[in-house]
């Protein structure tokens, strides 16, 4: 059964816009979550971070244009994506940093079209 499920990828030309989601499993909190993302031939990456105080960082190639944010009621985490560029493309992954490694959804891709 999955825990994290992240779902909002797509294609979409650049500078155009997309909101992820990550829903977790019940049983797994979602004050503190982060995204990461993998492009082709590239190690994954940090990307945004949301903390229990509601607060949040971004990586430098990211912001002023991402905004992470959560819903405690449909236990849910996004990631606002805006302005993208081809550099953007990835696949996308919500992180949950629980016991051990925590918890990982299974990605999902952004194609940013030139």
């Known amino acids: 059964q999955a825990q994290l499920v992240e779902s909002g990828g797509g294609l979409v030309q650049a500078g155009g816009s997309l909101r992820l989601s990550c829903t977790a499993s019940?049983?797994?909190?979602?004050?503190?979550a982060a995204w990461y993302r993998q492009a082709p031939g590239k190690q994954r990456e940090w990307v945004a971070r949301?903390?229990?105080?509601?607060?949040?960082d971004y990586a430098d190639s990211v912001k002023g244009r991402f905004s992470v944010s959560r819903n405690y009621a449909q236990n849910t985490v996004y990631l606002q994506m805006n302005n993208l560029s081809t550099e953007d493309t990835a696949v996308y992954y919500c992180h949950v940093p629980l016991g051990g490694s925590g918890y990982w959804g299974q990605g999902t891709q952004v194609t940013v079209a030139s």
């Open positions: 949301i903390i229990p105080s509601g607060g949040s």
């Open positions: 019940r049983r797994i909190s979602i004050t503190h």
